[in-house]
């Protein structure tokens, strides 16, 4: 096992508090060995935690351990990060039904249109290269922060004096910026939650940014048809900028590794120049540093295969995803004559898909690791490869629901079977994104920021590449064959990767290493 998974498995079992009274009564002795063993590994993490940054908490209960935080305390800062990625995925799809508006003011065709909509994928795949190495290196809070404001800024200046090239520039700037959303996320939660509550910690974070997709269209063709399309960018800013303001009070820093380096600078006088921003020598090496840092996600994607694995998997999933958030709202307006306001409202089955998985699921995922974790085989350690078992609705999922959606769509059914099949998709598309995000999370521990932006690089190009063939990949195959292309790819080359990783995911995560 790597340090990392030592480091999850040394603190997954819980405090003492949570053992069960039934237990006590008919097996104490079990219970008593159980206990000791728990005890063990906490005082085997403070000693590592000490020679590693110089400083520990001061013992297992320590109120000060991010793991120790009261319970609403993570709910709340769970909840403000969870609405800041719902900014994110807003600002992704909001412009759906506005392409047609957006394209006569700037004076562009369709495929240019798709470009000021898709280019903000690209931005989310190099922003969270620098907010990983960043947080890494200062804390998860002042870098969401910063991101937030950049966001603001760039994101504001894209419809002033509609200009093509001031457009297609703010939204890549400004999604560099909302990457803060997406990468900061799942590590923060995995900073206050042990790996046996990683699907609990990530329900929490996830539900509301499943609403985006619904969200975003739907404000999105209410804006077009009532005011004008400008204000879907100074509406989504208005609101980030509310939401940057509640986390300047209720964010709290909770990444460990930063918070014991303050500790040991506090405790050495020297030590405490050394870290402070104020001072010249913090200075002279930030950009050393910043460096050393940012070859770490670059560094995992090019010679970790399972990184690169993972990393196929969401890009297939993703680059999907952007293609069906970008062409929903037209295939309604086009194929169903319907208006731009009610065509956004079907975006709602995609968040029912989300937000119903993201729930349920992330629990389901909870009892399957524990399970596993607990046979007698596995004498109560965890692995990430516990979490393949929940990756298989996922993979099954996604291609049934693209057959499903494409041929209701190809034959204009009516429009509850497309909703469904767009469910089914999303369903599957949560469960996979879920999974694959844990089980990141579970293997790279600390450094679960640069992890996850590695993962995410290649989803954000190909989230860029696909909408912008969509227009004519479904002109020439129709909405029936160009669905079932995209589900025959995937099921080639997704459908293996959950088997894959269950039988070889220990191999895999040795190669590489050095």
Known sequence: MSL???????????????????????????????????????????????????????????????????????????????????????????????????????????????????????????????????????????????????????????????????????????????????????????????????????????????????????????VVDLIYWPWLFWIISIFDAFIVMLGIVVIKESYTPVLLRRKAAAQSQSANLALSPTKWMFWYDFFSRLITYLRRPIRLLLRRPIIQIISLLLALNFGIYTLMLSTFATLWIDRYQQSPLIGSLHYISFSIGFCMTAQVGGRIMDIVYRRLRDRPKNKGEGRPEFRCPYMVPGVLFIPIGLFWYGWSAENRITWIMVDIGAVIFTCGSSILSQALLAYTLDLFGEVGASANAATRLLSNVLGFVFPIFAPQLYDRLGYGWGNSLLAFIFVGLGLPIPLLLWIWGDKLRSLGKR
Do not use: H
Request: aromatic share 10%; proline share 6%.
């Open 4 to 222: 990392n998974e030592k480091k999850e498995s040394g603190v997954a079992a819980g405090p003492v508090a949570e053992a069960d009274p039934q237990l006590l009564s008919e097996n104490p002795g079990e219970l008593e060995e159980q206990f000791e063993t728990r005890d063990t590994e906490s005082e085997k993490r403070l000693a590592g935690l000490y020679e590693q940054y110089g400083a520990t908490w001061d013992g297992p209960n320590d109120p000060n351990d991010p793991y120790n935080w009261p319970e609403w305390r993570k709910v709340l800062i769970g909840i403000i990060f969870s609405v800041g990625q719902l900014v994110t995925l807003m600002s992704a799809s909001i412009l759906a039904a506005a392409l047609g508006d957006i394209s006569r003011d700037l004076g562009i065709d369709a495929s240019t249109a798709q470009i000021t909509l898709s280019v903000y994928f690209l931005g989310l795949g190099i922003g969270p290269f620098f907010i990983a190495a960043l947080c890494e290196m200062n804390g998860r809070k002042n870098i969401w922060i910063i991101s937030n404001l950049w966001y603001i800024l760039w994101n504001s200046l894209c419809p002033v004096g509609k200009l093509k090239g001031l457009m297609i520039v703010g939204r890549l700037f400004a999604a560099t910026g909302a990457g803060a959303g997406i990468v900061l996320t799942g590590p923060v939660m995995a900073d206050m939650y042990r790996a046996k509550d990683r699907g609990k910690s990530l329900a929490i974070a996830s539900f509301l940014p499943y609403l985006g997709p619904a969200l975003g269209p739907i404000v999105g063709g209410i």
